[in-house]
């Protein structure tokens, strides 16, 4: 069926039907209409009307637009030849997917996105820069979030050692009015701030000022940018039928395969919109991962055979025109002819990303509304910045982190559970080893579940690529699901999931000694410590939950413990 020019799917017949019905529903109850007038009883009742402000953004910053390109200029004359942002999650996602697809115009700074607590990112980062000509965006929607505000922290003092009392020339800040870091952007006499608007929440946020301000930054057209986003915003907000809304049917056929049991929302991307998935991610996750149910979101999985696949996937192919990818064109072909549920979005132009970052944000409402949930909090991510919280406040009080023990130490490696997972592990284990309690946790996984690599390390291409390793050995041995997160920046986007959604992850979370480290300044903590505080933060939320989950610490030799861990997943499942 189609639904609009440039999106098309091939359905199973249930999933077929359960979308008709769906549209006939919605077109009965006037449900697109109830959408637009921001009707809080389409989902849960509750406060879903006060964070609606992303339908008419659009039309807002149309009207911005000539200031937005002045302040690019106005950068491009300053002459700097960087730009680092600094955020989490919804400040952070839309900006590294606008540098990725389009990178920097002519004279423009390149821009660099950092949403890592790793000692090792954070330095990598700084090395890549020119601290003396480089423009430091720091993006918190509420600017109380813990690690935006720690990278001002010591990029400011970094760019005051270097350039002295001009350093707040050298920073922008995007909030949202009256916030902490407004007052602080204002006592340090940055640059410029801009304001965020209160009712969009971070995930919904691109087409605000926390992406389009970058945006400008880097020499993107803005103006157009929206004018695609515009036409989309008119198209969605059409009176005719569902079926015909290329936002609201997308919504209702995800929906409608979530509800089937098809959950595993596995996005396959032509290779210059790899990092679109990143951004959807926490879109898709965040907002419909809550009172257990849940669009699992697959990111990055390399593609495989129709018969890895398990009957719980919905296909996603985005396809970018004049980027031939005769890989993506035979996985897609293979997998509509083994009537696997598939939907292709054909993207004409890079400039249609405004468009599809409305549609987007116009499904997930939608299917957050068919799963009767409410698309715009988030209760389990702040669980777990509660339990981080506890554990830096620790280290205030006492100067180091709270003690713990293994339950096991074999090859190097020391595994970490709750007490729970760690007795069921040592009973499932044929031998207390590494590759015993490994191939216990894994054999854990069945039709259904989903398998979370959850990585506090350095987000290197090395690391990336041990880890697409072991994740396809599992999906290929156990036929299920995978995910990659790096931590922390996961945790403000698909820990949501993980934690509020289904109980059907099974998750290795993998953590490090840092080499070297560096001091948070005003702190008593370093950034090796925040990361070490989020990781448990995480893993006790998990366990909380009561979540099959294991942790491995690998010690300060990274490489040669996750090449260990690697073979031992690929020895175990005999890949």
Known sequence: MSHERNLSSSLPKDISDRFRALCSEWDGKSNIARLWNRDATLWTGTD?????GWLDIVEAQRARARELRAFGEEVKREGFTHALLLGMGGSSLGPEVLETVFGSADGHPQMHVLDSTDPAQVLSFERKVDLART???????SGSTLEPNIFKQYFFQRVRE????????????????????EAAAKADRFRRIFHGVPSI?????????????PAAIQGIDVERLLDHAQRRVAACAASGPAADNPGVALGLLLGAAATLGRDKLTILTSPPLWDVGAWLEQLVAESTGKLGKALIPVDGERPGAPAVYGNDRVFVVLRLDGASDARLDQTTAELERAALPVVRI???????????FFRWEIATAVAGAVLQINPFNQPDVEASKIETRKLTDEVEAHGSLPAESPFLESDGVKLFA????????????????LAGVLAAHLGRLGPGDYFGLLAYLEMNELHRERLQFMRQAVRDARRVATCLGFGPRFLHSTGQAYKGGPNSGVFLQLT?????????????????????AQARGDFAVLAERGRRALRLHLGADVKTGLARVADTVARVLGA
């Open 48 to 52: 879903e009307a006060q964070w609606m």
């Open 135 to 141: 423009l430091f965006v720091v993006s918190s929607k």
């Open 162 to 181: 270097t350039v002295g009392e001009r350093a707040g020339q050298h920073f922008v800040a995007i909030t949202d009015p009256g916030s902490k870091l």
């Open 201 to 213: 929440g971070g995930r919904y946020s691109v087409l605000s000022d926390f992406g389009l301000v």
């Open 346 to 356: 054909r993207i004409a132009d890079p400039y249609d990303l405004g468009a599809e």
């Open 418 to 433: 709750d007490p729970r997972n760690a007795e069921e592990l040592l009973g499932l284990a044929q031998e207390r080893t």
């Open 512 to 532: 490090c000694d840092d080499a070297q480290d560096l001091a948070v300044p005003g702190a008593r903590y370093t950034f090796g410590v925040v990361k070490a």
